[in-house]
């Protein structure tokens, strides 16, 4: 997906491209993208930089090869980096063991990075995310919810539009939608697949009006603020959600890792943005470690999460940054022009057969001027 971050402040509508399109048209699409990038924001020559590219461990193949095709043969960068986004984030912290889980707009994924490594064969992955969020909140709100226009009060939502916009969807997520604490979500859950009519639903948080245009008013129910989040924590038919991604990776680590690991946890994506996202997540974990499943298999029973420096939608971010005015790593972990040139690929963050270090980027170099820092030592 290409999407413009918020602090580019983009004056057209922003373009979402999904992966699986025909190659010459992501080709296409990215290079207009970067070339709005480098021209338009960040006023540099790309031939004088570096490219450091944070990227998902499930990045498509394709995505990634034509990404780099635009790159050298379009741009003529001097070398590129695809950095692990899990990885990146311990950067921020200053720590080299974490069960990082990046919750997003696809999928929630968890991977361990112990001593700088990402152990691959422990990842996990759920498509609980930013866009399961919406389609429940995109059909609760045309199940629930009422428009009033000039003329009349209280009609459907479905009888003024027939589909809400996606961006309308993710404001409505974003201002007025919270995750409730694991007691209260406990009980709508027990509400919601009620088969009996028992179970009692806690009161409703306030009704919310939200302006759709100068005329149209939505009234968005409480009940729908509180329960679309409960997506992310209910179990399915296999027991799986947000919290057990987490324990069920620290069971595949080593054992005589998994103290270390649970004692460092660090939340990342915007999904993990959501208002008490992160205390109902630590509550899910406490009491899901007492249930017979892990209680018998996981020793360590003490967990703790990190609090990076910056929001959990920015910390991969940040961390490439930090990664890239590392010059000596960056230099001998980049691959060059030239590499790129004879072979036609570029290796993987994590593959054992790296190119030979005179085919990287050539260390001893005068490296690629970059943008002076305000905290720069350099004379």
Not at 113 to 132: D, F, H, Q, R, S
Not at 137 to 161: C, F, H, I, N, R
Not at 361 to 369: E, I, N, Q, R, S
């Amino acid at each position: 997906m290409l999407k413009s971050q918020p602090f580019f402040s983009l004056l057209q509508p922003v373009k979402v491209v999904q992966y699986n399109i025909n190659t010459e048209e992501l080709y296409s699409y990215l290079k207009e993208f970067i070339h709005m990038l480098y021209f338009r924001h960040l006023l540099v020559n790309p031939r004088d930089r570096r490219v450091v590219i944070v990227e998902s461990v499930l990045c498509p193949s394709h995505f990634r090869e034509t990404l780099t095709r635009v790159l050298f043969k379009y741009f003529e960068v001097p070398s590129v980096l695809f950095a692990p986004s899990h990885l990146m984030s311990l950067l921020t912290l200053g720590i080299n063991s974490a069960m990082v889980l990046d919750c997003g707009y696809t999928e929630s994924l968890v991977l361990p990075i112990y001593e700088g490594i990402p152990v691959l064969n422990c990842w996990g992955a759920l498509p609980l995310g930013g866009k399961a969020i919406h389609k429940e909140l995109e059909y609760q709100l045309l199940e629930q919810s009422t428009v009033d226009t000039g003329a009349t009060k209280g009609q459907s939502l479905p009888s003024v539009m027939g589909s809400v916009p996606e961006d309308i969807i993710e404001d409505i997520k974003v201002r007025t939608c919270f995750v409730s604490d694991l007691q209260r979500g406990l009980k709508i859950q027990a509400a919601k697949f009620n088969m009996d009519g028992s179970a009692e639903r806690p009161a409703f948080p306030p009704d919310v009006d939200y302006p759709l245009d100068g005329e149209k008013i939505l009234h968005v129910n409480g009940a729908i603020r509180d329960s679309v989040a409960e997506i992310l924590f209910e179990q399915d038919n296999e027991e799986q959600s947000v919290a057990t991604l987490i324990l069920d990776s620290l069971l595949q680590c080593p054992i005589d890792t998994r103290k270390q690991l649970a004692e460092n946890l660090v939340v990342i994506g915007g999904t993990a943005m959501l208002p008490g996202f992160l205390h109902r997540l630590m509550a899910e974990i406490r009491y899901l470690v007492e249930k017979p499943k892990y209680k018998e298999t996981l020793a360590s029973k003490a967990f703790r999460v990190h609090n990076p420096p910056a929001k959990p939608n920015c910390v991969a971010w940040l961390g490439g940054a930090i990664f890239g005015a590392l010059q000596d790593i960056l230099g001998s972990r980049s691959v060059s022009k030239e590499y790129y040139t004879q072979t036609g690929r570029i290796p993987d963050w994590c593959c054992l057969n790296n190119p030979p270090l005179e085919m990287m980027f050539d260390v001893g170099k005068t490296p690629p001027p970059l943008m002076k820092r305000a905290f720069s030592t350099e004379k």
